[in-house]
């Protein structure tokens, strides 16, 4: 049992630190069209926006405000020719010079919905009074969709979990009220709570009131939706579900063990399908080895829904009567071989719980900065703690196990009611230990992942981007150094400088110095950058645009006579 307590950090660590590809999760603006801080000749007909992965737009929008704040935005946004990656609104002909306010919302592939706003110049830069609104939604709504969320994981554990408990190891036991009664609470709560965020999820996604949740046009998008097709698939599984159950809990007490493995089975089969709604419309869903992210998280929730839900109905047969009033053994009283045979497969969802939890942090997580600098890394390891804390709540049930073994066998091991409630405290401890793990999971599955977290948070520190490489024009006096900095290096507007000076890094003026930039792998030909000379060796150009993200060549030609002439081409990384 210590092992697992040993192994779960060092294998989170240890994967963390290895690094990981990219897996993409909570998508990001990477370029527009006109870009961020731009100035452009003539008023465009569109405005292009384009992100990191796909991205919904039923429950978005994208606002483009005038200078007197005013929309000019026309007709709803689409993907265009770019795909699901890039959206487009067409803009009112005959626009005036100034600065106007794109103000854009749109739900990314992993079913949560990202927004922003930025600012481009038509001929000329001037004040403006666009407002864009509250782009954080109604806190009311985040308050009950987060209710709700957290409900439906708590409510899916302890029913899947519960069943199969009861199927494989104590079917007489569904005959106890309070064992029924946490049965069917327990699908009500799911069912609840799964229509909870399915209303709530358009408001959430679109930033409006919670009375849109009760707005058909609204409800009618979000089934258009990712998330909401896998809610609604949910509620229809839901309802097969309820319907098994109820045969369950009639047919079980008296039902022959093959006739068990079959509700088993088919049990087991509607849970996968439940999980499969949360594991096809999350993070596992977007990014590098899908498949492979899919199914293990599928497996999780499977394997954390049979331990935890097992662990509640074992509570409650701990903590109900073993007898009546008569002084018969009440129907599936519990056992020593019950929680025997319930310990070694608990032990087995340990250890899927950890390989899979261990996989999804290293595909989320990526660096070991991102796991201690993040909202999700930290929750990460707040969830890492309470579950070492459960496995060793659950070494002490396993020795209370060892100890009543002892005893049965002949060899006396302590007095029978203090070691049981020695198991009836470290079972206790277990589900509430259970209780944060859920709550903690709830809040990581709507937090946004530490690796694009991590790595957005480093392109939005101020930065500047400079290379240096020698030149040679021939000649007398031919041969010298230039110096290329942009910043902040990032796509947008970015002053660029350029510095030449001999080989001993004094500053000469050349009499021409000519700057392009082109960014090949985005199809972007060489651009012509005005510099201009601004001190001794030092040429300067202000706004210059761009407009996405990569590798950017920056060409300069320095003349230093009228014959002699060299051309030096820069990678300069703009993020």
């Given at each position: ?71 000019v935005d026309t007709g709803s946004p689409d993907h265009g020719i770019g795909g699901p990656s890039t959206v487009r609104v067409k803009l009112e002909a005959g626009l005036g010079p100034g600065t106007y306010t794109v103000a854009w919302r749109v739900v990314s592939e992993d079913s949560h919905p990202i927004a922003g706003a930025f600012t481009f110049n038509v001929v ?275 020795r209370w196990l060892q100890a009543r073994l002892r005893a049965s066998a002949g060899v006396r091991a302590g007095d029978p009611m203090a070691r049981k409630q020695t198991l009836r405290r470290a079972v206790g401890a277990e589900v509430l230990l259970a209780v944060a793990v859920l709550s903690v999971t709830a809040v990581l599955v709507n937090t946004e992942p530490g ?71 985005k199809q972007i030909s060489g651009i012509d950058v005005a510099v201009e000379h601004v001190g001794p060796g030092q040429w300067r150009a202000q706004g210059v645009a761009l407009p996405m993200a990569g590798t950017w060549q920056v060409t300069v030609a320095v003349r230093t006579t009228d014959i002699d002439r060299a051309v030096v081409t820069v990678p300069l990384t703009?993020?």
């Amino acid at each position: 049992m210590w092992t697992w307590l040993l192994a779960l950090p060092v294998l989170l660590v240890t994967l963390v630190i290895g690094g990981a590809g990219p897996a993409s999760a909570h998508a990001s603006l990477e370029s527009s069209t006109p870009a961020a801080g731009s100035t452009v000749p003539v008023a465009p007909a569109t405005v292009t926006l384009r992100y990191s992965e796909g991205v919904e737009t039923g429950l978005g929008a994208i606002k483009v405000l005038d200078p007197a704040g005013k929309r000019v935005d026309t007709g709803s946004p689409d993907h265009g020719i770019g795909g699901p990656s890039t959206v487009r609104v067409k803009l009112e002909a005959g626009l005036g010079p100034g600065t106007y306010t794109v103000a854009w919302r749109v739900v990314s592939e992993d079913s949560h919905p990202i927004a922003g706003a930025f600012t481009f110049n038509v001929v000329r830069a001037s004040a403006t009074a666009a407002n864009v609104g509250a782009q954080s939604g109604d806190a009311s709504v985040k308050l009950v969709d987060g209710i709700a969320r957290g409900v439906a994981f708590g409510s899916f554990a302890l029913l899947s979990g519960a069943v199969l408990f009861l199927v494989a190891l104590r079917p007489a036991a569904v005959g106890r009220f309070r064992v029924w009664l946490l049965l069917f609470a327990s699908w009500a709560g799911l069912l609840v709570s799964t229509v909870a965020a399915l209303m709530l999820y358009g408001p959430r996604a679109s930033a409006l009131p919670f009375s849109s949740a009760f707005d058909m046009d609204v409800l009618r998008a979000t089934l258009e939706t990712k998330l909401g097709r896998a809610l609604s698939v949910r509620v229809l599984v839901l309802g097969a579900a309820g319907a098994l159950l109820g045969y369950l809990v009639a047919a079980l007490p008296t039902a022959a063990p093959r006739k068990r493995a079959l509700l088993g089975g088919a049990w087991a089969a509607l849970c996968l399908g439940m999980a499969a709604t949360w594991s096809l419309s999350d993070h596992a869903s977007v990014g590098m080895q899908v498949p492979l992210a899919v199914s293990a998280d599928i497996l999780h929730l499977a394997a954390m829904g049979t331990w935890l839900g097992g662990l509640t109905v074992l509570l409650v047969l701990l903590f109900g009567p073993d007898r009546d009033d008569d002084g018969d053994e009440l129907p599936g009283a519990l056992d020593v071989p019950t929680v025997a045979r319930f310990s070694a497969i608990a032990m087995v969802c340990v250890g899927v719980l950890v390989a899979t939890g261990v996989y999804a942090a290293w595909r989320q997580i990526g660096s070991f900065d991102a796991l201690f600098s993040t909202t999700f890394g930290l929750l990460l390891i707040l969830k890492v703690n309470f579950v070492a804390l459960m496995i060793a709540a659950a070494w002490v049930s396993r020795r209370w196990l060892q100890a009543r073994l002892r005893a049965s066998a002949g060899v006396r091991a302590g007095d029978p009611m203090a070691r049981k409630q020695t198991l009836r405290r470290a079972v206790g401890a277990e589900v509430l230990l259970a209780v944060a793990v859920l709550s903690v999971t709830a809040v990581l599955v709507n937090t946004e992942p530490g690796r694009t977290a991590y790595d957005r948070e480093q392109a939005a520190k101020p930065q500047t981007a400079s290379v240096s490489t020698p030149f040679d024009a021939g000649g007398t006096g031919g041969k010298g150094i230039v110096d290329v900095t942009v910043d902040p290096a990032r796509q947008g507007a970015n002053t660029l400088d350029v510095f030449v000076r001999d080989p001993l890094r004094n500053p000469v003026d050349p009499p021409e110095v000519t700057v392009r930039v082109a960014l090949p792998d985005k199809q972007i030909s060489g651009i012509d950058v005005a510099v201009e000379h601004v001190g001794p060796g030092q040429w300067r150009a202000q706004g210059v645009a761009l407009p996405m993200a990569g590798t950017w060549q920056v060409t300069v030609a320095v003349r230093t006579t009228d014959i002699d002439r060299a051309v030096v081409t820069v990678p300069l990384t703009v993020r």
